[in-house]
């Protein structure tokens, strides 16, 4: 009676993968991994690293634990963990990655003093009067007149962008840079229908709203459609 | 049962102790039972410019702290036939000396008796603050042409938005100079209401008979004659649920602004 075998190594044309079995225990696995890995230690004579992915699959592991699979690999082979790769991820992490990549619709007058912040994008159908702030973890898109500050990307997106019906910022934040609004603004300018953006010297840019599908292609979630 | 209005600006000497004094009177000229409450508390100014300094006795946390009744701390205004009362701030405490609780209690006391209760609201978004707006069932905001003013204005608006059971604050712009405003040199009412974006309740003219007036003790709003004196009514009024056009009063501004461009000669 031969068991299933918990722990195969196969080469991909991408590296080496090591395939771990799903609906065994986890020590099962540890000591499978452990043996496995001993055998074939005096095939291996290079000395360089070589890094492998190891694919989890339905199997849930805490981070403590991919440690101990990382180290556990490492001492037996001159083999690197690149990546552990799962297809289960916890409801926390789940909830977090559609917050970011979510776009909050909000209604109202961010006023002197308010600070509204979303961890994804942020659809503002009225103004941000000066001194009120928006920030938000992806881009940010003011259905109003921006007069106040705004920060896109706030976790450090560099690629996020800010667009306004009508651009009067006191100051624009993306990721890590700022950039303020000049200080003598001719009043009758058109700051209508503009974006802001980090160009490749790392500047806020602003431009023209149309500019951004050929700048952030990213933007556009529509699949398929014609 | 009366309703209370809390008048609000953020920022100070934007006009809300003149406003409060304008706009009880005002009432009180159309027949209501009107208490104006000062809520500056060791700033009380209210009772000067409605000159009834001479005759206060008892204030505010006397009041609340039931060393006398409700109503022997009321001074009346004897101009008005038992139709409008003040009750005055204290001046020798501060502002921690109230609670927002204590406010509560005291205008829902207060509304049995009276058609309008006008809470005059100390500047700042502190305690004084939250003291005049416990109370309150609508809010009006007063500001000036000024980009300070608003700014300030835009921040009380925020926070009056927060408060429970608050109807929308309405918006008074005051002391608007016509021709400051006509070269540009002041931010004009549509850029304010835009800005704010709240209803606006009324704009008054900035008239140097108004303080002539609070120097006398005497609010504006008893000179018929006066462009800030209609202005106060024609707010008062608008209180009431009369609609009177904000048109007319911009008409009437104008009228009052081709006066005195024919004054000067100009064409």
New interface residues.
């Given amino acids: 009676m031969k068991n299933r075998q918990n722990v195969t190594i196969k080469g991909t044309k991408d590296g080496l993968v090591l395939h771990l079995d799903d609906t065994c225990s986890y020590e099962e696995l540890k000591q499978e991994l452990d043996q496995k890995l001993s055998a074939n230690s005096r095939t291996e004579e290079e000395r360089h690293l070589i890094s492998v992915k190891v694919d989890i699959g339905n199997r849930y592991l805490t981070d403590g634990q991919k440690e101990e699979l990382k180290e556990l690999i490492r001492q037996k082979k001159n083999l690197m963990v690149d990546d552990i790769e799962s297809n289960v991820i916890t409801k926390e992490e789940a909830n977090r990655l559609k917050e970011e990549n979510e776009v909050v619709t909000v209604s109202r007058?961010v006023?002197?003093?308010?600070v509204l912040r979303v961890p994804g994008d942020l659809l503002l159908i009225g103004?941000v009067?000066?001194?009120?702030t928006v920030i938000a973890g992806g881009n940010i898109f003011i259905m109003g007149v921006l007069k106040g500050v705004a920060h896109a990307g706030c976790f450090g997106n560099e690629q996020a962008v800010i667009a306004a019906s009508s651009m009067k910022p006191s100051q624009l934040r993306i990721g890590e840079y700022i950039n303020r609004s000049p200080d003598s603004n001719p009043a009758n300018e058109h700051r209508e229908m503009e974006c802001a953006y980090i160009n490749e010297n790392h500047y806020i840019i602003i431009d023209r709203l149309q500019a951004l599908n050929h700048l952030r292609p990213n933007l556009t979630r529509l699949e398929g459609g014609h | 049962m009366g309703e209370a209005i809390v008048i609000t600006s953020g920022k100070g000497g934007v006009g809300k102790t003149t406003t409060s004094a304008n706009i009880g009177t005002s009432l009180a000229l159309q027949g209501k039972k009107v208490c104006l409450i000062d809520t500056d508390i060791g700033l009380r100014n209210l009772d000067v410019v409605m000159g009834l300094e001479n005759r206060i006795i008892y204030d505010l946390v006397d009041v609340v702290e039931k060393r006398c009744k409700t109503h022997q701390a009321l001074v009346k205004d004897k101009r008005f036939d038992g139709l409008l009362y003040l009750l005055p701030a204290a001046q020798t405490v501060d502002k921690s000396a109230v609670t927002p609780e204590q406010m509560q209690e005291l205008i829902t006391e207060l509304k049995q008796d009276y058609d309008y209760i006008i809470i005059d609201c100390p500047a700042g978004i502190e305690q004084g603050y939250k003291n005049a707006v416990a109370g309150a069932d609508k809010a009006i905001v007063v500001t000036t042409p000024e980009v300070s003013a608003v700014?300030?204005a835009?921040?009380i608006?925020?926070?009056l938005?927060k408060e429970k059971d608050m109807e929308p604050p309405r918006l008074i712009v005051n002391r608007i100079r016509n021709h400051m405003m006509k070269t540009g040199d002041m931010l004009d009412i549509d850029e304010i209401t835009q800005?704010l974006?709240i209803e606006l309740i009324g704009i008054v003219a900035d008239d140097e008979e108004v303080i002539k007036a609070s120097n006398h003790g005497e609010p504006i709003a008893l000179n018929p004659n006066s462009k800030a004196s209609i202005a106060y009514r024609n707010i008062a009024r608008r209180i009431l649920g009369e609609s009177i056009p904000l048109q007319s009063l911009e008409d009437q501004n104008k009228g009052v602004f081709s006066k005195l461009k024919k004054f000067f000669g100009v064409r």
């Fill in positions: 007058i006023r002197s003093g308010q103004d009067n000066p001194g009120g | 700014r300030d835009d921040r608006i925020g926070l938005e800005h974006s």
